[in-house]
């Protein structure tokens, strides 16, 4: 679903943020993506995304080499993704559900197909009852639950989070990586930056490790190993 | 490897834009009323900015007002651009009809009236309430003329025509006002050109004043746009609200344009008719009129429209995607 083929990304800084870097995600995986701060995690989502593009090699998703889309490509590409930050990257001038429509309304959807997507994607995140608030009045708990709302209204392929459980205490951290197992369940392709290393151990999945730009670990975590 | 392939394009068919009719029009409507809004939001620089293009669009559509009405003016002088030809003394009655004759024959010439000598004193005598002078100089002093009106009412050709009619033996001198048509014409065009350059200058500064407005726009949402550019919002819908609000700054200002117009209008029309009641003439002003003011409306949309989207879809694709 996504592979990195000898990826390096050089800023125009000068800054070496990725260093042939190559892996592969499989359709329907979950992993998580490790390292300090600075280590290259949020440069490798945005490769992704494309909202950068690597300075030597290829980003391949879902079949297509990112290097080659056209603008309009590039559109529909990030259409297929859902993405979590950790600042949620909500709209405050905007209600919840204005916020979680955002995806639908970009791609052309009707009136009431949108209606019923984002009612539903509240309810999945338990914010139904807030649809008319605006983020700024939400928790830090409420608000990263709307920016998942909004980052799977859409039904995207592959769901990316960039340290999703930065600001958050370790019961609500747990609940939301609950959430993101149960879309890996139906299929999702989910990948998390996180550097809350106990949480991640503790969840049984691949885990990417990169130091200064480079991958030092790729490797997948035993079943048996009993949650932390 | 094929199965993982069929399941990638269901993948993608799911998340396809599904464009209704229904969705995309309310879609729109919803960005207007975002707009709107947001004008609302910030009123001050909001009026200060339509003000600005209204003096924009009113200057030129005021100058091509007068440019019209002054060639309607010089239409109606214009009509009565007639030579009058005074005959010799040793013309008579005879010779001067044939003369008449002869000048309505000719292809430069739409009509001739002949004013004999005895008709030139009683329409004198009749209209000038000195009747009882003339009567007391005893002999008729009054020559008999012929009144020629040019089929082409063009300076030069009128011109051509005063030359030739010169010419002739029977005629002692011609009088023709062609002096103050020839005026009127510079001076129509002088208005004219001037209007041509003063309004493709203001259409430019609408252009810019608009371009620059947006682009202030497109600096306080930057951080919407990446969430827009992120969830997969083409150049297209990211360049929209600022599209709209272009198109109704443009129309917002041609419409305070329009009502300066009108009022300015109303202010002068008085003093304008006192002015050409006082020169006698039928001439009737040529008022701003519907017509005038849908093409300032619409003028006014376009160039909005045309500088929102000159100054956001460069930023936008001169940015990465």
Known sequence: MIRFDQVSKRYASGNDALSQISFELQQGEMAFLTGRSGAGKSTLLRLITRMESPSQGQVIVAGRNLNRLTRRQVAWHRRQIGVVFQDHQLLFDRDVFENVALPLKVSGYSKSHTERRVRAALDKVGLLGKEKMRPGALSGGEQQRVGIARAVVHRPAILLADEPTGNLDPLLSRDIFGLFEEFNQVGVCVLIASHDLGLVASRRRRIITLEQGRLIENREQRADVGPG | ?321
């Open chain 2, 1 to 321: 490897m094929s199965a993982r392939d069929r399941k990638t394009a269901s993948e993608r068919s799911r998340t396809l834009p599904q464009h209704s009719g229904g969705g995309l029009l309310s879609a729109h409507l919803e960005v207007l009323g975002d707009s709107l809004r947001r004008f609302a939001a910030a009123p001050l620089s909001s009026a200060m900015t339509i003000f600005v293009i209204a003096i924009a669009l009113l200057l030129p559509a005021l100058l091509g007002l007068v440019a019209d009405n002054l060639a309607g003016l010089g239409g109606n002088f214009q009509d009565s651009a007639r030579i009058t030809l005074f005959l010799t003394g040793q013309t008579d009655d005879g010779e001067a009809v044939a003369l008449s004759e002869d000048l309505r024959s000719a292809a430069d010439v739409a009509s001739v009236s002949y004013t004999s000598r005895s008709q030139a004193l009683a329409e004198f005598q009749a209209g000038s309430g000195l009747g009882g002078i003339v009567t007391e100089l005893g002999d008729n002093p009054l020559p008999a003329s012929l009144s020629v009106t040019p089929s082409n009412r063009e300076p030069d050709a009128v011109q051509a025509l005063v030359t030739r009619l010169q010419a002739l033996p029977q005629v002692e001198s011609v009088l023709v006002d062609l002096l103050w048509i020839q005026r009127l014409d510079a001076m129509q065009a002088v208005v004219n050109q001037l209007g041509r350059i003063l309004a493709l200058v203001l259409g430019l500064a609408v252009l810019f004043i608009v371009g620059n407005s947006i682009r202030t726009g497109i600096e306080q949402r930057q951080r919407e746009i990446e969430v827009v550019r992120l969830v997969g919002g083409t150049a297209g819908y990211i360049a929209r609200p600022f599209l709209y609000s272009g198109l109704l700054l443009g129309l917002f200002g041609a419409t305070l344009a329009c009502l300066l117009l009108m009022a300015l209008q109303l202010a002068v029309s008085g003093p304008i008719d006192n002015l050409l009641s006082l020169y006698g003439a039928e001439f009737r002003i040529r008022f701003f009129t519907a017509v005038d003011a849908l093409s300032l409306l619409a003028i006014g949309s376009l160039l909005g429209w045309s500088g929102a989207a000159i100054s956001s879809l460069t930023r936008i694709y001169a940015s990465p995607p």
